[in-house]
């Protein structure tokens, strides 16, 4: 708090001691802090925001739009409100809240424009075979006398390392190609979930998606991201037993 | 098996409702009775957890320096425009 209020008199620039400070004690300090070194024109602080915020705010703008230049712009249309509003932030949100309320207020407002926007029963309607967690030949038919629906090829367990808590870098690396490859909405919900910890509410503010629809897609998600690390997972014991 | 009793396909598509909270709890219930019993849909559901935990890892997207630079460049103008006219206040 002091190293921002100490420079608000100055011309901001990254590289000056008092600069990084600030952004140092913003980033410490919270919301308040941040929102403080900001109102002060202090740059490192708003660089601390675009290097928290900055992929994010692309990726729920491309929700919205119909490419990355229309997200790109979005983002930088909030990015300007953000500075020139900072002074009306009055707190009762968290700023991420109010910097993403912003965001999907234009989004929205473009993707009408640009007629873009999905309806999301179209994406979550119609159950196709590959919307189903598991392949339903991995169980038993539903006529089985014993064991109707239960599994008949079951899961192995994944030897993914000494401790499985700690994530390896191959699995890593699946993981992140596996949600790259997934259908738009799912991989921004899975994105801005599991990759970056937002909670459900969060995720549904941000992508106007009712909390039963935000659930689907990162079930629908999670479901084949785990069937993709499972081939890998199986390929990777084949070989092991060549 | 009991008649009521939850089946392995109907468990994997209500891993994520578990795991959100999201169950009503007579079908928690009947989750957590099925995996008591089932080590299979115990791995099931061990595996999505770890895919929460391996997607966790991966390392969020960074601006370019370029991008962030010119990002920054702008901020000097904005900050010095006057505010535009009050809406959107958080």
Known sequence: MEATEQRSESTATIDSQSDAEAASTACLGGDKALVEALRSGCEASFAVLIDRHQASMLRVAEFYVADRAAAEDVVQETWMAVIRGIDRFDGRSSIKTWMFRILTNRAKTMGQRAARVVPVSAILGGAAAEDCAVDPARFFDARHPQWPGHWCNPPTAWALGPDDQVATNEAIEVVLLAITGLPAMQRTVITLRDVECWTSREVCIALALTETNQRVLLHRARSRVRRRLEQHEDEAADRLEA | ?90
């Open chain 2, 1 to 90: 098996m009991i008649a009521e009793d939850l089946a392995c396909q109907e468990l994997v598509e209500l891993v994520t409702d578990y795991l959100e909270g999201a169950l009503a709890p007579c079908r928690r219930a009947r989750f957590e009775q099925h995996l008591a019993a089932c080590p299979f849909c115990v791995t099931y559901v061990e595996q999505i957890r770890q895919i929460i935990t391996t997607a966790s890892a991966v390392a969020p997207q960074r601006l370019s320096p370029a991008a962030q630079q010119r990002l920054l460049r702008a901020f000097r103008g904005w900050h010095s425009l006057e505010p535009p006219p009050p809406h959107e206040s958080g």
